[in-house]
């Protein structure tokens, strides 16, 4: 029997300032995390004051108790130490550890999740929440499982935000083919099916991804508009006029050739994951002649980029 099927938990809970919050958390999902939560620290305040803003934030992070416990954490102190390097003005962030006994906590992180609006017209709610839409709302139904994307990430919202601001607004592409680089639980590239697009391929190397992928598809009624493939980016060869890569910079930065050379003529490429600090050696990259910024979103530290690439006449 393993650790994690004795219901062994190791959990940390780091404290840092807000500017390096989600940026942590990005680290976090990345390095496989089971649950992430935020929580403020109330201020301290003397009788009779107003509350200043707390600046800093805690959050709490779960992993399986296995034999990467050790390898997780050390990787996490590293990274703390760079982000301080990155931000001397700033408080040093910290964290404790610690395990837990709690074979059902698998399920009782769930209640964390709740619908949210993540852009006009487009709704990102777990499988077992209740939500009443109005009836503009687009509902995308997610149940994560252990694969990153549920809509809670400052970068996930701003690619939901740019898929439906580039299929709603070009009405001159009657067919849209969609590439969703490193899918996670499917969350982009279903999105772009619910809101039309007809061919939607969803790619991910973690083959558990892959796998929730399919699940989350057939949740939202797309499987026959949508494909799961346990690929790398890099062997995929189908043309695509819409590609979504939310991956880190430096995956970005890799496949920038081939994902350029995959895309359509007028086509758009959506990039996102990219902190602030990491934004110009990505412009300088993918800012080349054929492509053009079409719109760049923000949202705290984090930078998303539609991109376009230029009409073969052009």
């Known amino acids: 029997m393993t650790e994690k099927e004795t219901g062994k938990w190791l959990k940390i809970e780091i404290s840092a300032p807000q500017e390096q919050i989600e940026a942590i958390g990005n680290f976090l999902t990345e390095a496989g995390v089971q649950g992430v939560f935020q929580e403020s620290l109330a201020p301290q305040t003397a009788a009779g004051d107003f509350p200043a803003t707390a600046n800093e934030e805690v959050l709490k992070a779960y992993f399986p108790q296995d034999n990467r416990s050790e390898k997780r954490i050390a990787a996490l102190r590293k990274y703390m130490e760079s982000l301080a390097d990155i931000f001397p003005n700033l408080e040093k962030p910290s964290f404790k550890t610690e395990i837990i006994c709690d074979p059902n906590w698998g399920e009782q992180w769930k209640k964390y999740f709740k619908p ?7 709704i990102v709610k777990p499988t077992w929440e209740r939500y009443t839409p109005d009836s503009r709302d687009i509902v ?22 740019a898929v439906e ?8 592409i009657k067919e849209w083919k969609v590439l969703d680089v490193g899918c996670g639980t499917g969350i982009l590239g279903i999105t772009a099916a619910k809101m039309g697009a007809q061919d939607v391929i969803c790619a991910d190397i973690d083959r558990k991804a892959v796998d929730i992928a399919g699940e989350n598809a057939a949740i939202n009624n797309v499987q026959a508009s949508l494909r799961t493939l346990n690929k790398n980016a890099a062997s995929i060869d189908t043309p695509r006029n819409l590609i979504i890569a939310n991956l880190t910079s430096t995956l970005l930065l890799t496949l920038r050739h081939h994902l350029t050379q995959l895309l359509l003529s007028d086509g758009y490429m959506i990039i996102s994951g990219i902190i602030e600090q990491d934004a110009r050696d990505i412009e300088k990259e993918f800012f080349a002649e054929s492509l053009t910024l079409y719109r760049m979103l923000t949202e705290k530290e984090w930078v998303c980029y539609i991109l376009r690439k230029k009409s073969a006449n052009d």
């Open 116 to 122: 949210i609006r993540v852009s006009k017209n487009i």
């Open 165 to 172: 601001d580039v299929i709603m607004n070009d009405r001159s």
């Open 140 to 161: 995308i139904e997610i149940d994560p499982g252990m694969a990153f994307g549920t809509g809670q990430h400052a970068s996930t919202r701003m690619c939901i935000e």
